[in-house]
């Protein structure tokens, strides 16, 4: 069958009247960004080619004062009104929700950490970073440089996007404070300026830390896979494809594609 004349199977619902409400409480829009480098795939269960491609997120675990976005309630009702693949996938994972960190720099620089090696590995690395530099801001990182962070584990090469994020943030050369009020590709664009962070990170900066409602990172390997599974019964999805599947989420992408990810692995992961 000709692949743009595929539907998937047991999607979209028809929405109630009109389109979904947008109006409630939603975390403000986040920043742009250059084009996008080809970073490319996060490698949920798939191996990817590109530095940045192989970014895995580390394991959950406890984040102090964790809260639900404000948009989670309503986006998940929405999502099964209009998604019959979404209504029965949501109930099924209970109060489970996306955690932001809060610390951008934390968020990024185990980012970082999680290119191209195993959740596992990431996990140890991170922690040996952690003993080396406790307060885990940017001036410790600085003083530590790069000898001492490649000691904790970590490549050359990411030691030094380290220095590189960690400079960025000393130096004032990233709008922290000004991203909540910036749209997704404005913060995406300021965020790949920095080495080691292309576009995919920088989205899962957008969904993990800022908590955006409606990002669709299509350059990862886990939602095109989940799709895949969910929607074409295992059959190769394509991006344009995968992008039709996401139009019916609009504008709670971010959640459908965290949902997603729980359908390859229950287990909720957090940067």
């Not at 948009?71 to 099964?80: F, R, T």
Request: proline residues 8%; contains cysteine; aromatic residues 8%.
């Amino acid at each position: 069958m000709n692949a743009a004349a595929r539907k998937p199977a047991n999607a979209a619902v028809p929405a109630a009247a009109g389109r979904p409400k947008t109006s409630g409480p939603r975390p403000a829009k986040a920043g742009a960004s250059e084009a996008p480098l080809s970073d490319g795939k996060a490698t949920r269960n798939a191996k990817a080619v590109l530095p940045e491609a192989d970014a895995v997120p580390l394991p959950v675990e406890t984040v102090i004062d964790a809260v639900r976005p404000a948009y989670w309630d309503e986006a998940c009702a929405d999502l099964m009104k209009r998604d019959r693949i979404l209504r029965k996938m949501i109930p099924s994972y209970g109060p489970a929700h996306l955690v932001s960190r809060g610390d951008p720099f934390v968020t990024l620089a185990r980012a970082v950490v999680g290119q191209q090696i195993s959740v596992k590995a990431a996990q140890s690395v991170w922690e040996r970073l952690h003993a080396a530099c406790p307060k885990l801001t940017p001036a410790q990182f600085l003083r530590a440089g790069t000898e001492k962070l490649a000691g904790c584990g970590l490549s050359k090469r990411k030691a030094e996007y380290m220095i590189d994020l960690a400079d960025h943030f000393k130096a004032g050369r990233v709008h922290v404070a000004e991203w909540a009020q910036m749209d997704d590709e404005a913060v995406i664009a300021e965020l790949t300026q920095i080495r080691g962070i292309g576009r995919w990170t920088a989205e899962m900066f957008l969904m993990f830390n800022l908590m955006r409602p409606n990002v669709l990172p299509l350059d990862d390997i886990g939602l095109i896979n989940a799709i895949s599974a969910n929607y074409f019964s295992g059959e190769p999805v394509t991006r344009s494809e995968a992008r039709e599947v996401a139009a019916n989420w609009e504008p709670w992408r971010t959640v459908a594609t965290w949902y997603m990810w729980r359908s390859l692995d229950p287990l909720p992961v957090t940067y």
